[in-house]
């Protein structure tokens, strides 16, 4: 077997279809079908279940896909590995994010370092805390943004902190809260509130704030999209809780101070083991402080 014949296993199992495959990897579908088919006599199994309708991968497959990943991640990373020491960053850089991320200018970050290393191919994935460190962990992505609350810390893989700061609560232009400065957990019990889902380390926060105080409160709405819990709050359909240092990005809601707020920190991780080439050149780049492990 070859890389080449990985890869196109690997694009027909995340694209599920054998001719948007071929065109994605730039290739005709008869030369992609019969290297395929070449693997599966190779391996005596066949890796895909095809049907006129669809495609999807046999017991044989799923247990080959992982392994053909790693395969293909480890030539990348030796590729990576070669133009580095010649001086040169190239290979993937894959980003983690929660929707919140104050602590850096993100965006920002990402194009000056394409511009610094164009040679570097940048994804970005936006999720929860919890997964994005768990596919870091897992070497699925390079680096995450995460943001915990203050007694959590990020396990499985390497961590910076790169800020903290309190909670507060947000609240329609038209609420009667709107012309307030400051309020208390009690008084926000009694609203109804758009939040993160239950579970999540961004809903954490608010949840053990309000259990601490022993308060119960009302969360009717559950969305992990920050733009669209902004829309429901302007429309008065409930309140919120965000990261005082995020607010400035939803305009047009009123910010109020919470007495025994909740604090948010915000991480910045890594694996555990040496980072590849354009994932140590992208935590230099923040002033990230970080050990290459053996």
């Not at 948007?20 to 290739?27: G, I, Q, W, Y």
């Not at 509130?193 to 022993?214: E, H, L, N």
């Not at 140590?280 to 402080?289: K, Q, R």
Request: proline residues 6%.
């Amino acid at each position: 077997m070859d890389l080449q014949q990985m890869r196109y296993v690997v694009a027909v199992a995340e694209i599920g279809n054998f001719t948007r495959a071929a065109e994605h990897c730039l290739v005709v579908q008869s030369a992609l079908s019969h290297q395929i088919a070449r693997l599966e006599r190779e391996l005596g199994a066949r890796l895909f279940d095809r049907t006129s309708r669809r495609v999807r991968l046999t017991p044989a497959g799923e247990a080959f896909l992982p392994a053909a990943r790693q395969a293909l991640e480890a030539a990348d990373r030796a590729r990576a590995e070669v133009a580095a020491a010649a001086g040169e960053i190239r290979g993937r850089l894959a980003i983690g994010a929660i929707p919140t991320v104050a602590a850096v200018d993100l965006p920002k970050a990402m194009k000056d370092f394409r511009l610094r290393h164009p040679g570097v191919r940048i994804t970005l994935r936006v999720g929860g805390s919890e997964a994005l460190a768990e596919q870091v962990g897992q070497g699925t992505l390079d680096v995450a943004f995460l943001g915990l609350p203050q007694d959590t810390r990020p396990k499985g893989v390497r961590s910076h902190e790169l800020a903290r700061g309190e909670l507060v609560a947000v609240v329609g232009p038209g609420h009667p809260l709107a012309g307030q400065d400051e309020t208390d957990l009690e008084r926000l019990g009694e609203e109804t509130f758009v939040d993160f889902p239950a579970g999540t380390a961004g809903r954490a926060q608010s949840d053990g704030a309000f259990a601490a105080a022993g308060i119960r409160r009302v969360v009717a709405f559950e969305v992990t999209a920050v733009d669209f819990m902004a829309r429901m709050i302007r429309e008065g359909l409930g309140i919120g809780m965000l990261p005082a240092a995020f607010v400035p990005q939803v305009p047009d809601l009123r910010v109020l101070k919470v007495r025994e707020a909740p604090t948010r920190v915000e991480y910045l991780v890594w694996s555990r083991f040496r980072p590849a080439p354009a994932a140590g050149a992208f935590l230099a780049a923040l002033g990230v402080p970080f050990e290459p492990a053996p």
